[in-house]
């Protein structure tokens, strides 16, 4: 399907439900208001928030969504026009963006205030930059409330995520010993590639499946007998569980979410035994999500993150959510219109 002039294609949600309430149409380019610019889109992220919104279960944090929409809050591509009082000379440039709640990523265009731009590093690609826009702003987040240090100890369960993969590479950047648990023998190429060779990454990486029930037993094996010293869960449940119960005295948990459908079970006696610092960064005003952004974008373009992406053509908007939905992601999930 090839759009007209003065036309594009998009993803249009008209209806809650299923994957396949995910359409391409074409429907009109939009036109840049005041402060706004256009950007022709290289690359848009799908979030695992995404895939609640389009069923509408999305958090209570963020806004219902109305119908019919195009979804998609992370965008990276090239400017194409401005609004009436935005500086011309924008235009041609590489920029990322997260959109935020107006959303209308998954596209060909898509509009976004000209504050919210970010040049694209120079050697950072398009579907990198999308994932250290949104994802990467979140794993800075993280990274802050735990406060990491090189002779840590980290376990990062749901490794081969949009969110984990970059943890891991950022606590291997830090130089901490880094305990990815991964899925499935089908991620773990994606987890062992994350160690990159040179001199941005001095951590040890031990990666391990967390589908192999002996996991805890050869992570004690790895690590020589010391016990971890922060927990970066956004996974939860018996994975999680079982990572707290091996956490040594003094240890951090930072929680940010929970892709198994249960938030890791935890209570002030497992606090107290062990004088654990429980951390929620999210959920909460962020006090300056620009500098976090600019942080994560520095991350790629210095080599500390090199996110993974898993990219799908537009048009298989429904086939990426599917995959985020059965568990099949290999990094940050991107659209490429
Ligand atoms: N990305 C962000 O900016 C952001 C912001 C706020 C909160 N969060 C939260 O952080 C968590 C990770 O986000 P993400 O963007 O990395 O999501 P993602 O790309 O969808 O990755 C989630 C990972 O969780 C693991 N997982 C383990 N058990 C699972 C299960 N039963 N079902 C599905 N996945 C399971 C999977 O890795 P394995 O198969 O390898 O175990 C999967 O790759 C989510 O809970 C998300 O809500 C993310």
């Not at 016990?227 to 240890?251: C, E, H, K, Q």
């Not at 909460?284 to 990219?311: F, M, N, Q």
């Amino acid at each position: 399907m090839s759009a007209g002039q003065g036309a594009m294609r998009a993803i249009v949600q008209r209806e809650l439900g299923a994957p396949d309430v995910l359409v391409l149409e074409n429907v009109p380019r939009p036109e840049p208001g005041a402060g706004e610019v256009r950007v022709r889109v290289a690359s848009a992220g799908v979030h695992a928030v995404d895939t609640d919104l389009r069923r509408g279960e999305g958090p209570a944090s963020m806004p219902e969504t109305l119908l019919p929409m195009t979804p998609g809050r992370e965008i990276a591509g090239t400017v194409d026009a401005v609004g009436p009082d935005v500086d011309a000379t924008l235009v041609g440039t590489r920029v990322v963006a997260h959109v935020g709640f107006r959303s209308g990523g998954y596209a060909e265009y898509a509009l976004v205030t000209a504050a919210a731009l970010h040049a694209v590093p120079d050697g950072v690609t398009f579907s990198q930059a999308v994932a250290s826009i949104g994802t990467g702003r979140t794993a800075q987040l993280v990274l802050d409330a735990a406060g990491m240090v090189a002779s840590d100890i980290v376990v990062i369960p749901g490794a081969s995520g949009g969110l984990g993969s970059q943890l891991v590479q950022l606590a291997l950047s830090i130089g901490a010993t880094t305990v990815a648990l991964y899925g499935g023998k089908s991620k773990r190429a994606v987890v062992q590639q994350l160690a990159r060779a040179g001199g941005a990454h001095s951590g040890r990486l031990i990666a391990l499946d967390a589908t192999d029930a002996s996991w805890p037993m050869r992570m004690v094996a790895a690590l020589d007998g010391e016990a971890p010293s922060i927990l970066l869960d956004g996974v939860g449940g018996m994975t999680a569980r079982a990572v707290v119960d091996s956490l040594a005295r003094g240890a951090r948990v930072v929680i940010f979410g929970w892709s198994s459908g249960a938030v890791v079970r935890l209570d002030t006696d497992d606090i107290v035994a062990r004088s654990l610092t429980v951390t929620v960064p999210l959920g909460r005003p962020i006090a300056d999500l620009r500098a976090l952004e600019s942080r994560a974008l520095a991350a790629t373009a210095e080599g500390r993150t090199s996110p993974p992406v898993d990219e799908y053509p537009l048009a298989d908007a429904s086939a990426a959510h599917a995959a985020i939905e059965q568990r099949r992601q290999r990094g940050k999930v991107v659209l490429v219109p």
